[in-house]
């Protein structure tokens, strides 16, 4: 068993969150006093060296001719969506403080659970509503502490 199938979902999503509030702290700090864009294109050419990397390092580049062409297509859609939110956050990020931005992007979450009812035919248990709903109200009020 390689070391991602010994791994569940829940602990690959905290690790995401770690990762995620390191981002949100040291962007914070990196943004100072550099144009916001800019920023976003520097953390991005990093991160595109980086998953480059890892892909060849566990020769799954390999996989790039199997890749279907909706599956392309929906990528570079999220590409797309991906770049455009870093964008948005890093030039939150230098207008705000980061513990109000941060909690307003996690809005995110909640908007997830409503697309993915309506687009993915996901269910929408009474649990989600209202897990999705303190997230809702929670990040209002950090926002705005």
């Known amino acids: 068993m390689g070391y991602a199938q010994g791994m569940t979902w829940v602990f690959w999503a905290l690790l995401s969150a770690v990762f995620a509030a390191a981002t949100a702290l040291l962007a914070k700090v990196g943004v100072e006093g550099v144009d916001s864009n800019l920023a976003t294109a ?3 050419s ?3 060296v980086f998953t480059w990397a890892i892909a060849i390092g566990f020769e799954k580049h390999h996989g790039l ?3 279907g062409r909706r599956s392309w297509v929906f990528l570079v859609l999220s590409g ?3 770049g455009l939110s870093w964008l948005c956050y890093f ?3 230098q207008m705000g403080p980061a513990s109000s931005v941060a909690p307003v992007d996690k809005l995110s979450v909640v908007l997830v659970i409503v697309f993915a009812a ?3 035919g996901e269910k929408l248990t009474p649990m989600k509503i209202a897990g999705g709903s303190l ?3 929670g990040a209002v ?3 705005f502490a």
Do not use: D, K, S, Y
């Open 135 to 137: 997230i809702a109200l």
């Open 91 to 93: 030039r939150a990020l």
């Open 42 to 44: 520097i953390r991005t």
């Open 80 to 82: 797309v969506a991906t």
């Open 46 to 48: 990093v991160i595109l």
């Open 65 to 67: 001719a199997l890749i």
């Open 118 to 120: 309506i687009f993915l």
């Open 141 to 143: 009020i950090l926002a």
